[in-house]
C-alpha cells in the first residue's frame, strides 16, 4: 500500500506560542508589564537589571524572574538583597526559558502586587530568540566586548526585540568596535529599532533607557486590556 | 542546543496528525526551515532516532527543504537571496532592506500508512 500525504502547515512551536499568549493574558489581568532580558553570558544583564530595580523600585512595585541552568543563586541573591521578590527557575541545562517554565514561575508571583516584571533569560543569543514567553517587551543585551558582528551571525535574537540596550560603553575606546558596522547589521534585521547606549557600571546612557521605560510602563498601565 | 525542544514538538505535531489519519505508521516528514533559523539538521535528526523509538513515527523519515534568506531592497526594489553573511543590494549597494523570506519554521505535511 503506498502511503498517503496527510498536509500539516503547523509552525514547529506553535505549542510554545500558545501557552505564551496565556502568560500575557495572565501578565496583562494585572497590568504587569513583562521584560524579556536577553544577552549572551558576561553582557551585563544582571547588573543592568539591578541599575534599573535600583533606579525604579521607587516609583514602581518590581519584581524579577531569573533563568539560569543550573541551581546556582548568585543572580536571585543580588535581587533578594534589595528586598524585591524574585523567582528562579532552573531550566536544567536547558539553554533558554520557554513559555511553560515561565507559566511556572508567574504562578508563584503576586503578579497583582507587581507594576513591572523583568525576566532575565539564560545567556545565550540563538535558543531564547525561538521561543516566545509572552512578555510585552523583548530586549537584548549587547554589550561592547561582544564585537561587532553579532547581529550578522545572530539574526534571530536581532529580528525579535523591541529596546536594544547596548552596554559596556565605557570600554569602546579600548576595544576595535565598529559602531557603524554593527548599526547597520542591526538596521537591516530590526528598521528603527530603540536603542540605548549605555554604561550600566558608569551609569552613562541610563537615564534616557530609564526615562523611556517609564514612558512604556505609564502608557502600559493606562490601556484597558 | 534547543534542537531537542524542537524535535520533541515536531514529533508531538506528526503524531498528533497521524492519529487524526487513523495512521498505523508515519514514514516521512517534511519540513521547512528558513535559512534564518537556527537549527542544525544534523541535531535534529540526532535527537529524532533517540525520541521516535517505540512511537509510529520510528523510522519515519526527515526531509528538510531550506529556504533561502530573501531580501527587498527599499530604495530600489531589487529582490535577492542571501546564502551566507547579511549584504548590502547587488544592484544599488543600499542597506535599507527587508527581510521578506527565510524565517519559515514549520511542519509542511507527513507520509502515513493506514
Not at chain 1, 502547515?9 to 501557552?19: S, T
Not at chain 1, 553570558?41 to 539591578?50: D, N, S, V, W, Y
Request: net charge negative; hydrophobic share 40%.
Amino acid at each position: 500500500m503506498s502511503p498517503t500525504r496527510v498536509p500539516v502547515v503547523e509552525k514547529i512551536l506553535d505549542a510554545n506560542d500558545q501557552i505564551a499568549q496565556q502568560n500575557r493574558a495572565l501578565l496583562d489581568r494585572s497590568k504587569t508589564l513583562a521584560v524579556n532580558i536577553m544577552a549572551s553570558p558576561g553582557a551585563g544583564k544582571t547588573t543592568f537589571i539591578l541599575k534599573t530595580l535600583e533606579a525604579m523600585r521607587a516609583k514602581y512595585r518590581m519584581a524579577v524572574i531569573e533563568g539560569d541552568t543550573a541551581p546556582v543563586t548568585i543572580d536571585a541573591d543580588k535581587v533578594s538583597a534589595l528586598g524585591l521578590p524574585v523567582v528562579q527557575i532552573n531550566t536544567g541545562g536547558d539553554c533558554h526559558l520557554d513559555a511553560v517554565m515561565l507559566h511556572t514561575g508567574l504562578q508563584s508571583l503576586p503578579l497583582q502586587e507587581i507594576d513591572i516584571l523583568l525576566i532575565e533569560n539564560v545567556g545565550n543569543l540563538i535558543c531564547p530568540a525561538a521561543f516566545k514567553l509572552g512578555s510585552h517587551l523583548n530586549l537584548l543585551v549587547a554589550s561592547i566586548p561582544e564585537g561587532d558582528d553579532k547581529p550578522y551571525k545572530y539574526p534571530n535574537m536581532y529580528r525579535g526585540l523591541d529596546v536594544l540596550v547596548i552596554n559596556k560603553m565605557d570600554m569602546l575606546p579600548y576595544l576595535d568596535f565598529n559602531m557603524p558596522y554593527f548599526l547597520q547589521g542591526v538596521e537591516i534585521l530590526n528598521p528603527g529599532l530603540k536603542s540605548f547606549p549605555v554604561s550600566a557600571k558608569t551609569g552613562e546612557g541610563m537615564v534616557a533607557w530609564l526615562d523611556w521605560l517609564d514612558e512604556v510602563v505609564q502608557k502600559h498601565r493606562q490601556n484597558d486590556h | 542546543m534547543h534542537e531537542l525542544a524542537v524535535t520533541e514538538s515536531v514529533l508531538d505535531i506528526a503524531l498528533r496528525h497521524a492519529r487524526q489519519a487513523n495512521a498505523s505508521r508515519v514514514t516521512d516528514i517534511y519540513l521547512v526551515i528558513g535559512r534564518l533559523s537556527s537549527i542544525v539538521d544534523e541535531s535534529v535528526q540526532f535527537y529524532w532516532e533517540l525520541i521516535a523509538e517505540d512511537t509510529i513515527c520510528q523510522h519515519a523519515k526527515l526531509h528538510f527543504k531550506r529556504i533561502p534568506a530573501r531580501l527587498r531592497c527599499l530604495d530600489c526594489n531589487q529582490e535577492f537571496d542571501i546564502n551566507g553573511n547579511l549584504s548590502p543590494c547587488p544592484q544599488c549597494g543600499s542597506f535599507h532592506l527587508q527581510i521578506i523570506g527565510g524565517e519559515e519554521f514549520y511542519v509542511e505535511s507527513i507520509l502515513v500508512e493506514k
